[in-house]
Each structure stands twice: as structure tokens, then as C-alpha cells.
């Protein structure tokens, strides 16, 4: 993973301690278009389960990212796709 990733790793780490967090960079699909970045990382889709989701809808739940990944969006990231979920949540998606 690169060095873009990482940083988004590390700053979801210390803002919602998530149970889950799954960084994919899909940079690869987007080449040639507007935002894309030779060498890719800048657009990502990212999977986070954490509690600190309790009790708050969607655009609530990604305006804490949207905080937590501020500086890395008005620079390096162009795009990302979020599936943001509590415990309860990730843990019903799964098959029994």
C-alpha cells in the first residue's frame, strides 16, 4: 500500500478507532480522467466499521471523515467512495 493509503490509514486510526477499515485504491480505474494522478492514490474506496458511527446517519457519519481526511481531499485524494458502518451494522451484512 502506498504512502497516500497509509496516511488515510493513520488519521481514520486516531479519529474513529475502527473495528474494521479497508483501504482500496482505485486509482487504476479512473486513469485519463480529471483528478487522476500518475502513479495513482487518488481515489480510493474505503470500508470503516467503528462505533463512533452510533446513532448517526450517512452524510453525519461522512462529514467525520471528510474532517479526519481534510487536508489529504484539498490535496492528493480526488475521490472516495465510503461504506461507513457501526458494529451492529457490519455484523448483520455478514452471512450467518
Known amino acids: ?3 497516500v493509503a497509509d496516511r ?3 488519521k481514520l486510526d486516531q479519529a474513529l478507532a475502527p473495528q474494521q477499515l479497508d483501504i482500496h485504491d482505485d486509482s487504476a480505474k479512473h486513469s485519463g480522467h480529471e ?8 481515489h480510493f474506496s ?3 466499521v467503528s462505533e463512533r458511527f452510533e ?3 450517512r452524510v453525519a457519519r461522512q462529514r467525520l471523515i ?4 481534510a487536508e489529504d481531499l484539498a490535496g492528493q485524494v ?3 467512495s465510503l461504506q461507513t ?3 451492529a451494522e457490519y455484523a448483520a451484512q455478514k452471512p450467518h
Open 46 to 48: 474505503l470500508l470503516i
Open 8 to 10: 488515510l490509514r493513520s
Open 35 to 42: 483528478g487522476a494522478r500518475e502513479g495513482g492514490e487518488s
Open 78 to 80: 480526488h475521490a472516495l
Open 1 to 3: 500500500m502506498g504512502t
Open 66 to 69: 471528510n474532517t479526519a481526511l
Open 85 to 87: 458502518l457501526t458494529p
Open 55 to 57: 446513532g448517526l446517519n
